[in-house]
C-alpha cells in the first residue's frame, strides 16, 4: 500500500506547488516523511529512498548533465541539490 501512496504523493507533487515548498524546507529525510503524512499520504523513508534510487538509476543524459552541475532532478520539479531532503 505505501507505494501506491508515494506514487499519489508524486502526482499529488506535480501540480501543488505549495506541497512542493513545504518539502523543499525539509530539514531531513524525517521531516518529509512527516510533512507527507500531514498533507494524508501513509509513505516511509524506504519509499523515498527506493524511488531516490531509482531515480539515480534511471537518469536521462539530460538529468545526469544537471546532476553534475549540482542540480537534482525529483521526477517532479528541479531542486538544488542541498534543497533535496536527505536521509540522517
Partial sequence: MSEEQF???LAKLKDDA???EKLKG???LDGAVAMAKDAGFDVSKADWLRYQANQTVELSDEE???VAGGV???GMSYMKAEDYPKAR
Avoid: K, N, T
Wanted: net charge negative.
Fill in 64 to 66: 545526469l548533465e544537471g
Fill in 18 to 20: 505549495g506541497l512542493q
Fill in 26 to 28: 525539509a530539514a531531513d
Fill in 7 to 9: 506514487s499519489a504523493l
Fill in 72 to 74: 537534482y532532478g525529483c
